[in-house]
């Protein structure tokens, strides 16, 4: 940690910053105590999670929306989850390219993370990345996700507002896939909404929420159309994020909001560190001369767990 | 489990069967205690994961592979992993419909789980359910999954040969999820290519694949075109899983995934003990004040969490 500066990050130099977040990425020894340290100066920044389906136009969203938020004076911090292959070494190159009318702006931060690592690893990862923009000092932090797995459902709860941007499309699977998002969005974007079955679509989309709305009736998710890629809806959408801050806000929300992540996050170190505490030299010795004789093992994982741990009293 | 006979489970009961099933799904006390009776029963079924986008064609492929199978007189389980919805209160129908023509048949048991719970919950249960179904002396256990998060790359560890089912598509993004799947692909199954762009996309893939076939050249990934509707290569598709699973047997990668799945089992089984044996009372309170005092607390979740465990000896 001794080349992160971490009055340079407060104060917002981007090279700290972007240092700190790939020390967080990478997991490195220190990692802990950096977050610690920043802890003092996050809560200050608006989180917002814009996912979707590949090929809805997150992006082109999002940077639209960067642009409004920038003509207020608001500076952005943008964490960007690609899919990534160990075997083509990287995140591939969409967003960053897509959003890239920004990368002159010394108030726009755009950060790609890539998805590789371990179960609610990078959910976790992305968090702490928005802390650090946060601890820099953004006025608002952007989580932009690809996909509809267990990363995106994690990384909504670490935003105060969950933007879904869908397309005008049919199919159950589709429809199916549709309803992974439903709950965790506040917002609903229909994009490429001039396209044909876009009415269809919406009334499709409409007809789901309703259900929706009528058991959480608190906050209506609605459905904004929008045709990213013209401009068009962008500013419906970044009006709709404000009224839903303000409700957020209003109803004891974003406490709530902060809460939970606080909660998340203990409960996450303390099995991570529960978990490098217990498998010392001599259980791990136990489990591998158990796999090792996996062909006539009759002890079962369930036997050597109870075995494992009968001995233990914390 | 006093309404689970374990004896009938093991004769192949399938009312005995489906009860475990559940029971592993709703995570009933005593699931432990289940699955460790049923082990000295496992490891004989073959476990076949199928994956891909959403309305690739895998349950119409499945359903192909599942005649094929059963003219050889092979039982065959599937586990089906449906998105869900709280809402709506259950898993969508898609696939369960369009695997309906073996619902008459005894040979095949068909069922569908919710992809609710927790991170990584779902994935432990779809193989636990694959465990049960081996043990009811199913030969065949296939895994189908929608879509392309982390429970696709974990179900593909529970399987012993994964297929991926693509269909002709084009577009960065699309691209972008397809690389998420090259790494668990044991075989790819470019579905629906009589449809136009099927030769580019299967050069575009290619090409990718030749760059992970020249790192791990022991089994080396092929595509294999269908058009699983018409019945039309899925043949070839069937003799290739007859082909990875030689190559398993022969190289002791069949043994190694074993293995692997014994110890993940092992290790996940201790994660949850321990992080149930620790929030006791006190430490449950201790975490709960600081919630409650989260508008003015200057205690991180890194020094709470380093407090919380400082007294620990395990």
Redesign the interface.
């Given at each position: 940690m001794a080349h992160i500066d971490i009055q340079a990050l407060v104060r917002g130099d981007i090279r700290n910053v972007s240092r700190a977040i790939s020390f967080v990425e990478n997991n490195r020894n220190g990692k802990?105590?950096l977050?610690?340290n920043i802890?003092?100066e996050i809560g200050k920044a608006y989180r917002i999670g814009v996912t979707g389906p590949?090929?809805a136009g997150k992006s082109t969203l999002a940077d639209k929306l960067i642009s409004l938020m920038r003509a207020r004076a608001n500076t952005v911090g943008v964490i960007s989850i690609?899919?990534?292959?160990?075997?083509?070494g990287g995140a591939?190159?969409?967003d960053r390219i897509r959003m890239n009318q920004h990368s002159g702006d010394p108030g726009v931060y755009i950060r790609s993370m890539a998805?590789r690592g371990s179960?609610?690893g990078l959910a976790v990862s992305a968090q702490e990345a928005g802390d650090i923009l946060d601890a820099a000092g953004m006025d608002i932090v952007i989580f932009e996700t690809?996909?509809?797995?267990?990363?995106?459902l994690?990384v909504a709860e670490a935003a105060d507002s969950t933007v879904v941007v869908l397309v005008p499309e049919s199919?159950?699977?589709?429809?199916?896939?549709k309803?992974?998002l439903?709950?965790i969005a506040d917002i609903f974007v229909l994009n490429k909404s001039d396209r044909e079955g876009s009415e269809r679509a919406f009334v499709e989309l409409r007809n789901?929420l309703d259900?929706?709305n009528t058991?959480n009736s608190d906050w209506p998710v609605e459905i904004l159309k929008t045709a990213a890629v013209d401009n068009e809806g962008v500013h419906t959408v970044y009006d709709k994020i404000q009224e839903h801050y303000q409700f957020l806000e209003d109803s004891g929300g974003l406490?709530k909001k902060?809460?939970r992540r606080?909660?998340k996050?203990?409960?996450g170190?303390?099995?991570q560190?529960?978990?490098t505490?217990?498998?010392n030299t001599r259980r791990t010795a136990k489990?591998t001369d158990?796999?090792n004789r996996?062909?006539t093992?009759?002890k079962?994982?369930?036997?050597?767990?109870?075995e494992?741990?009968r001995d233990?009293a914390?």
């Open positions: 802990d105590d977050l610690d802890f003092p590949p090929g690609d899919p990534t292959s160990p075997f083509t591939l190159l969409g998805s179960m609610g690809v996909g509809v797995g267990q990363v995106e994690d199919g159950d699977e589709v429809q199916a896939m309803s992974g439903m709950e789901i259900l929706k058991r406490r902060r809460q606080y909660e996050r203990v409960e170190l303390i099995r560190r529960l978990n505490m217990f498998w489990l158990a796999i996996i062909d093992i009759n079962s994982p369930y036997s050597l767990a109870q494992l741990i233990l914390i």
